[in-house]
């Protein structure tokens, strides 16, 4: 049995390779009921995922993935019911943006050192009209000149810690990102914990101050996290009374860990995000 809902997924205002309206309109065709468009620092493709959401029959849920630094690691908060209008979120979303171009230039000087030039105006032709840039955009021009065969070696070989590619960067405050989630009406969830290989320890730190910051759910079911994961993070949400999320991180065909509609079931036990949502009352 696979969930028709999907609370995490990118189109071109962010890393994915769809327009919202394009996205929305798969989404559908692949049996997805309830969708949240979570792109990465950016809430500009909501109004144009809506227009579609009547004639499609489909229920779109307000949707962000924040980028945060939270002890010098990247973290990933999915603010979900946001509100899309709340200033104080704008205005961080827009520095945010507004460091990733600095980043990019960072970024492209790193590469331009083992010889690769061209790379900054390279990715950013691949950025969507008034998208944001992200490492995603370096793959794609590392990819299509032919530094990688695919994406999974070029971020192994040029764009993780260690790498030419890679710049060290400070994103926004954790603290900061969950208060503009609150504020704005909505409910900040980790996204896919399987993916930041903190060891135990540093996990169970996580995801305890996570929760005194105001965190309300986490990602158990994601494309990131194996079968192991989704019963590992099931846990581990009923250990710190968490509500769990579900979502596959759908970036386009060939560039996604999972496609859209096939996202299995929670594990038992979970309490859905949704639980008490009146868009999926109709689902249960
Ligand atoms: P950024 O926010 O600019 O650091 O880019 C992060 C994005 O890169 C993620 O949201 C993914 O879409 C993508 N990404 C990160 N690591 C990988 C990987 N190993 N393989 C494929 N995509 C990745
Ligand atoms: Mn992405
Ligand atoms: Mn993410
Ligand atoms: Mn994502």
New binding site residues.
């Given amino acids: 049995m696979s969930s028709h809902i999907d609370l995490h997924c990118h189109s071109t205002v962010s890393d994915g390779i769809l327009a919202p309206a394009a996205l929305v309109r798969h989404a559908a065709a692949q049996g997805v009921k309830v969708l949240a468009l979570t792109d990465?620092d950016d809430v500009r493709g909501l109004d144009e995922a809506k227009q579609v959401e009547d004639e499609l029959g489909i229920r779109l849920i307000n949707g962000v993935?924040i980028s945060v630094t939270w002890n010098k690691r990247t973290l990933?908060i999915v603010g979900l019911k946001i509100s899309p209008d709340f200033a104080p979120l704008l205005a961080g979303l827009a520095s945010i943006r507004e460091g990733r171009h600095i980043r990019a230039e960072g970024m492209a000087e790193g590469l331009s050192k083992i010889g690769i030039g061209g790379s900054l105006q390279g990715a950013y032709a691949h950025v969507g009209e008034g998208g944001l840039i992200s490492r995603t955009h370096f793959a794609r021009f590392l990819m299509e000149h032919g530094y990688a065969k695919d994406t999974r070696s070029v971020f192994k070989n040029y764009l993780v810690k260690g790498k030419p590619g890679y710049f060290e960067h400070r994103w926004a405050n954790i603290e900061d990102a969950m208060s503009w989630i609150l504020e704005s009406g909505g409910i900040p969830v980790l996204?896919?914990p399987g993916?930041y290989d903190l060891g135990r320890t540093n996990m169970l730190k996580l995801l305890s101050e996570f929760r005194e910051m105001g965190g309300m759910a986490i990602e158990v079911v994601t494309g990131?996290h194996t079968k192991d994961q989704y019963q590992e993070f099931a846990r581990l949400a009923h250990q710190f009374d968490l509500l769990a999320s579900v979502g596959s991180?759908y970036h386009g065909a060939a560039h996604s860990y999972m496609e859209m509609g096939r996202l299995p079931d929670l594990p038992a036990g979970c309490v859905p995000v949704w639980h008490d949502w009146v868009e999926t009352a109709d689902l249960h």
């Fill in positions: 990465h993935e990933h996204a896919h993916r990131s991180d």
